[in-house]
């Protein structure tokens, strides 16, 4: 900010202070802070105002023109020479920044001077895009409680009618001793109805409330023990897996058994992806997040990035992958992933899903040291199977 004049609180025969308190206040602001004078150069521009534009702060931007400093954020740029032209200007306005995809909460102001004369233009933002990850989050929750609901309603009401077509089937195999083709059918149903309960099973612990047990947990552990967990799901033939897990890597407020099924899916998805053969690489790091421009610290988080370099997921599907029941596969149930994100969820976490470097997909499920779901207790509206996987996968085989 350039100097002005000195602070009014100056007592006599002090030296007077300078405009660094000011200053300081608008750099240490949470709010991004970007001021433009009556010709166009940048007269102010905040530490939240650079990271939230992803720039980097540079104290020559100050005399240039905006259009200049902001020439790879042309959005901000219009909403700024709009500053200067609107007679409404926009107020707790939104606008998603091309450059680096974040979402921006911004109100635009004129600066007057004492005969009301415009003589520059500010604007005041915040980054929003975790708030509005965070209402996806709620949206999402919403959904999959309604869809949670209607499906344990059916699920209900199917398990026991399924129940007595595999007894009866197993009643008529057994008068049927002598026909080999009715054996062949009634063993074809059987299967199926066997096939169809453990889904049952599965749906019916899908919708039940997650109970975590937490406690001190190593997620090392949790990616060692799903390494051998998931090979008992599906083939892992000659894929060849590499583990990068540092021995410093804290232990996090978790419950195990849930972790050990987050990885396990991740990693059973990965070994049906390259179908025996090709590569998996499990990376966790600790990390410390930052939180967004101008927010809360996020804290220590421990991150697994889990990858394979499979075909990758098609980008017209990728949106759905989380959704419960959406499978791309002949004998899938499309609630792998679902249930991954609600242990997440259940756990303060996040899970992204991009391309792996070279190719195949890589999931990266974040972690916090201590979540919130210690601090405000559990979300009723997550559920948490496992035994059922297990089970249905025995029977597929
Ligand atoms: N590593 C991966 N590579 C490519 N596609 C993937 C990968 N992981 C998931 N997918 C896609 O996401 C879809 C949903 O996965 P999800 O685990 O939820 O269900 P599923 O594996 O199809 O069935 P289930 O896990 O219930 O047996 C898959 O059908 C597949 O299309
Ligand atoms: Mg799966």
Known sequence: MPDRKPRATAR??????????????????????????????????????????????????????????????????????????????????????????????????QVRDRRGQVTGATL??????????????????????????????????????????????????????????????????IKEAKMANAIVVEVLDFVRPIRLQVERVSVADAIRDALSLSEAHVTRGDVRVDVDCPDHLPLIQGDTHQLRQIFTNLLTNAYEALGAQGQVRIHASAINEEGPAGGEPQGPMVQVDVSDNG??????????????????????????????????????????????????????VTLPVTGNHLLFGLDPAAAVPDRARTAKRASRR
């Open 12 to 109: 006599a025969g002090e030296e007077p202070a300078p405009d660094s308190f000011f200053r300081d206040l608008v750099w240490s602001l949470r709010n991004g802070v970007l001021a433009v004078e009556r010709d166009g150069t940048v007269a102010v521009m905040n530490r939240v105002a650079y990271q939230i534009l992803g720039l980097q702060p540079r104290p020559s931007d100050i005399g240039r023109p905006f259009t200049e400093v902001l020439k790879e954020q042309q959005e901000v740029c219009r909403i700024v020479s709009a500053g200067f032209e609107l007679s409404h200007l926009p107020n707790r306005a939104e606008l998603r920044l091309k450059s680096t995809g974040k979402v921006i909460g911004y109100t635009l102001s």
């Open 124 to 189: 005041f933002f915040k980054d929003l895009t975790r708030v509005e990850q965070l209402e996806e989050r709620e949206r999402l929750r919403d959904r999959l409680a309604a869809l949670g609901e209607m499906a344990a309603a059916i699920a209900h009401e199917v398990k026991n009618p399924l129940a007595g077509i595999e007894v009866m089937a197993g009643l008529l195999k057994r008068q049927l001793a002598d026909s080999a083709d009715a054996q062949s059918i009634l063993g074809d149903i």
């Open 311 to 364: 075909p990758g997921i098609p980008l017209e599907v990728v949106d759905r992958i989380f959704s419960p029941f959406f499978t791309t596969k002949p004998q899938g149930s499309g609630l792998g992933l679902a249930i991954v994100r609600k242990i997440v969820d259940a756990h303060d976490g996040r899970i992204d899903v991009g391309l792996a470097d070279g190719g195949g997909t890589r999931f990266r």
